[in-house]
């Protein structure tokens, strides 16, 4: 019988604020790490390097109003960072 990770709660908030605000701070975040606009309800993933004004959104823009559609199999988000391992027992 395969081992599997205890059930841990955890309460995961992502980074937030308005688009102006977002706008006027433009900060860089880290690879990975998400950026919400409370009120547009878009979101960016950074890579390390740009700043808020030079990542795109995600998922870019459809021209469907940014409404997030949960992707389709053949959705391109460009480049995502890699996903860490965070060490389950095998």
């Known amino acids: 019988m395969s081992q599997q990770c ?5 309460r995961v908030q992502l980074r937030h604020d308005i688009a ?5 701070a433009n ?3 880290l690879v990975g ?4 606009e409370t009120d547009t309800s878009r ?3 950074g890579d390390g390097i740009s700043n808020w004004n030079q990542l795109p959104y995600f ?3 459809t021209g469907t109003s940014g409404v997030f559609d949960g992707g389709t199999p053949t959705s391109n988000y460009g480049t995502i960072p890699d ?3 965070c060490g389950g027992i095998s």
Not at 6 to 10: C, D, L, R
Not at 20 to 24: A, F, I, K, L, V
């Open 33 to 36: 790490e998400f950026g919400v």
């Open 6 to 10: 205890p059930t841990v709660p955890k």
């Open 43 to 45: 979101m960016k993933i």
């Open 27 to 29: 900060p860089t975040l």
């Open 20 to 24: 102006t605000n977002w706008s006027t």
């Open 83 to 85: 996903v860490i391992d």
């Open 59 to 61: 998922p870019p823009d």
